[in-house]
């Protein structure tokens, strides 16, 4: 095995979880909307269409355990809890935005190839997916 082979496969078991962790559909989403400031759990929950209670919290733990979140309690009755970007979630922030904006502007385009795809492929005719765009409304 030559050295060069070597080194891209550590490199790429090293990437591979932050990968991982930053590219779900669910981590994307919430970085986003994190981008524009604090946000508690049950409003990120009604703008994140479909996450379950369970997979925001799962996610948002993750996101804190890797950096990328600060979750912040008050003391107030019931509790308040923000979630913010850190200093290194506020640097994934525009990539993040800029493959959200890829994407929504591309979404055309990959409907149609995924179209000809299945009617190449035989497949019969599904449901259209939805391609989620958190905050590119209007655009």
């Not at 060069?4 to 986003?32: F, M, Y």
Request: charged content about 25%; hydrophobic content about 40%.
């Amino acid at each position: 095995m030559e050295q060069g082979h070597t080194h891209v496969t550590e490199n790429c078991r090293v990437v591979a979880p932050i990968l991982a962790r930053i590219g779900d559909k669910w981590s994307v989403q919430i970085v986003r909307l994190l981008g524009d400031g604090p946000r508690r759990f049950n409003e990120i929950k009604r703008m994140v269409d479909g996450i379950s209670q369970r997979m925001l919290t799962l996610t948002l733990r993750g996101l804190e355990r890797d950096g990328l979140v600060n979750r912040t309690v008050f003391p107030t009755i019931p509790p308040r809890v923000d979630y913010e970007l850190t200093d290194l979630g506020r640097s994934l922030w525009l990539p993040v935005q800029a493959l959200g904006l890829w994407a929504y502007e591309h979404h055309g385009e990959i409907s149609r190839a995924q179209k000809a795809f299945d009617k190449r492929a035989g497949i019969g005719e599904e449901q259209p997916r939805r391609i989620a765009a958190v905050g590119m409304a209007g655009r």
